[in-house]
């Protein structure tokens, strides 16, 4: 160890990054104290981590966190999540983003002040490449005076902001490639009901817990989209047809748009949402690459719409992973198996439900019917903890049938899920 280059060692300090870890490890000769100081890239103080920071005054935490991070000469990535934590001053925290904004490229930060500290004043015009901010107040963002010229993901959860400012933050960003918000509070003026956002740059943008009337997404080179737990009427996505994977999760929406040009999507993952499925088809039918997709836990607009397995198999002729979990129904069960084009590419196979009744078996044997080069098949349910004699015996011959069926496909992987 006594050989090792100092900037080697600052190196395996950087990968230990939790502050504490750092300090007993740098303790260990003089060498490694230097190493600390010159040499540390990374530094992170989390009170999930170390519980001991719950215990200590905030007065105390601000002059180890002060003191700690002041030994250090080059910072690049810093992060301090307290969540539970009473607020601090605000004096000792500017004090260590000015200190280390010339160096640092990845800033985590979660951390109560009065009064608030405005990061994005302090930060702007810097190196940094990646931004998480939690818990914290934005106000006053300045395009023309306050760039990010190097930043390329930015994270926003609990945040309050503007409209105004958010849309102004975005233009402040022209690298920014992912888009984080999460439960943000944004302020809506009067004159304005429409949350408009546009970007150049953004490939990748998640959404969650975000509740207004009009969302509009205006980005040319987006390629995932993730949106989860939102309440919104309209949503409108405008792109130029860069979208490879789209995902919902439990959004309650009353129209939705991803635009026409979605050739180039591989994963459609939909789950917990209402879904009018001719035109939710209609805007994905024109995805000839899509590889996977999953309609978990869907409920039709109108009772007698069925996915329509001929449809799929047509349309999508490279899918290789289909999910499938909804009501079961006679008619769903008839019109969602006719046909005979097979689903040839398909090798992993998940079916769900959450009553189980007789249907389910013919439902699994239509689809191992029509998936000639499967691998896999994983069957999800939901068994309640108070049974019936009857829920017993439907659920013992259920896997009795499973069990029969299988021995026609001896070549494929069973899987069983219960929750």
């Not at 605000?90 to 160096?103: D, F, H, N, Q, S």
């Not at 810097?126 to 914290?136: K, T």
């Not at 609990?158 to 888009?179: G, H, R």
Request: net charge negative; aromatic share 8%; glycine share 2%.
């Amino acid at each position: 160890m006594e050989h090792l280059p100092v900037e080697v060692i600052g190196n395996i300090l950087s990968r230990l990054r939790a502050a504490r870890d750092v300090v007993i490890a740098s303790a260990t000769c003089k060498k490694w104290r230097k190493a600390w100081r010159y040499h540390l890239h990374s530094l992170s103080f989390n009170s999930n981590e170390w519980p001991v920071y719950n215990d200590l005054t905030t007065s105390r935490l601000e002059i180890i966190i002060t003191q700690t991070i002041f030994q250090t000469t080059g910072l690049q990535s810093l992060s301090i999540f307290m969540d539970d934590v009473d607020e601090f001053s605000a004096a000792p925290v500017i004090a260590w983003l000015m200190y280390t904004r010339e160096t640092l490229r990845q800033l985590h930060y979660n951390v109560r002040t009065t009064p608030n500290v405005n990061i994005i004043e302090k930060c702007g015009r810097q190196r940094l490449e990646d931004l998480v901010l939690a818990h914290n107040s934005i106000t006053g963002v300045e395009p023309s005076y306050q760039k990010f010229p190097s930043l390329k993901s930015l994270s926003l959860s609990y945040v309050s902001i503007s409209a105004l400012d958010l849309s102004d933050l975005l233009t402040a960003c022209p690298k920014l490639e992912i888009l984080s918000l999460i439960n943000p509070e944004i302020a809506m003026s009067d004159a304005q009901a429409t949350m408009e956002l546009s970007s150049s740059s953004l490939k990748d943008v998640y959404i969650e817990a975000v509740n207004m009337d009009k969302f509009i997404l205006e980005v040319d080179c987006l390629e995932t989209l993730h949106l989860k737990d939102c309440t919104l009427e309209i949503f409108d996505l405008i792109s130029k047809g860069a979208l490879k994977i789209l995902k919902i999760d439990d959004v309650s929406v009353i129209h939705l748009d991803i635009g026409e040009n979605t050739e180039n999507l591989e994963v459609v993952d939909v789950s917990s949402f209402t879904i009018m499925w001719p035109k939710f088809y209609h805007m994905i039918s024109k995805s000839s690459k899509l590889r996977r997709l999953r309609l978990w836990g869907v409920v039709f607009d109108d009772e007698d719409e069925v996915v329509d397995m001929e449809t799929i198999s047509v349309c999508f002729p490279w899918l290789t992973h289909l999910s499938l979990s909804y009501d079961l129904r006679d008619v769903v069960l008839h019109c969602g198996l006719q046909g005979s084009s097979h689903l040839e590419n398909v090798v992993v196979l998940e079916l769900g439900w959450t009553v189980i009744n007789d249907l389910f078996t013919e439902w699994v044997a239509g689809f191992l019917d029509r998936c000639p080069n499967l691998k896999k098949l994983v069957i999800y349910g939901v068994v309640s903890e108070a049974k019936t004699h009857e829920e017993c015996q439907i659920l013992a011959n259920f896997t009795s049938s499973i069990v029969r069926l299988m021995r026609k496909y001896v070549y494929v992987e069973v899987q069983f899920e219960y929750e």
